[in-house]
T-cell receptor
Framework: SQTIHQWPATLVQPVGSPLSLECTVE??????LYWYRQAAGRGLQLLFY??????ISSEVPQNLSASRPQDRQFILSSKKLLLSDSGFYLC????????????FGPGTRLTVL | SQQGEEDPQALSIQEGENATMNCSYK?????LQWYRQNSGRGLVHLIL?????REKHSGRLRVTLDTSKKSSSLLITASRAADTASYFC?????????FGTGTQLKVEL
């Protein structure tokens, strides 16, 4: 069966510090991968998605970047965090070539102080 | 930006009652999906309805889709306290989903 891992679960970082959040998927090949951000009490905002290694689509121009160095690994990064980067970050995957069911990781709660 | 809008934003009902949530979207879709999120957790997929379908059932869930009105509804019958959560619709198309703003459902004993 497929599983998705995200870490860390919580993170407190100072303004101006770098960020690296990692997401890995097991039990499937060539998945589509997604990074979302959720502000408190709000819906999900799609940040990046990837349909293959090295292929990144950016949905919202901002202080973040994403990379997919391996088929089942998706990384969200920032060189310098802003206060507005605080939120709940969710990684998800679905079978490649589709917009069917997405499977979500447990999320990372990021607080920028 | 968020494409979908859910209505109502919050809903409080008694256990055993039915809960209905509505969703509107703006562009053409391949499918419309509903997800559930317990506080502080990831989302869990509930049900998917394709653009050529009008109604679908899964257990206590019933979802309808009206592509002419670009709207969908989710009905949860005989609600339970454990159904307390946030519910999101998501419009599927072009390798991605666009999520609505969500409905917070509270089911009281």
């Amino acid at each position: 069966s497929q599983t998705i891992h995200q870490w860390p679960a919580t993170l407190v970082q100072p303004v101006g510090s770098p960020l690296s959040l990692e997401c890995t998927v097991e039990g499937t090949s060539n998945p589509n991968l997604y990074w979302y951000r959720q502000a408190a009490g709000r819906g999900l905002q799609l940040l990046f998605y990837s349909v293959g290694i090295g292929q990144i689509s950016s949905e919202v121009p901002q202080n973040l970047s994403a990379s997919r160095p391996q088929d089942r690994q998706f990384i969200l990064s920032s060189k310098k965090l802003l206060l507005s980067d605080s939120g709940f970050y969710l990684c998800a995957w679905c079978h490649g070539g589709s917009t069917d069911t997405q499977y979500f990781g447990p999320g990372t709660r990021l607080t920028v102080l | 930006s968020q494409q979908g809008e859910e209505d109502p934003q919050a809903l409080s009902i008694q256990e055993g009652e039915n809960a209905t949530m509505n969703c509107s979207y703006k562009t053409s879709i391949n499918n419309l999906q509903w997800y559930r999120q317990n506080s502080g957790r990831g989302l869990v997929h509930l049900i998917l309805i394709r653009s050529n379908e009008r109604e679908k059932h899964s257990g206590r869930l019933r979802v309808t889709l009206d592509t002419s009105k670009k709207s969908s509804s989710l009905l949860i019958t005989a609600s339970r306290a454990a159904d307390t959560a946030s519910y999101f619709c998501a419009a599927g198309g072009g390798n991605k989903l666009t999520f609505g703003t969500g409905t917070q459902l509270k089911v009281e004993l």
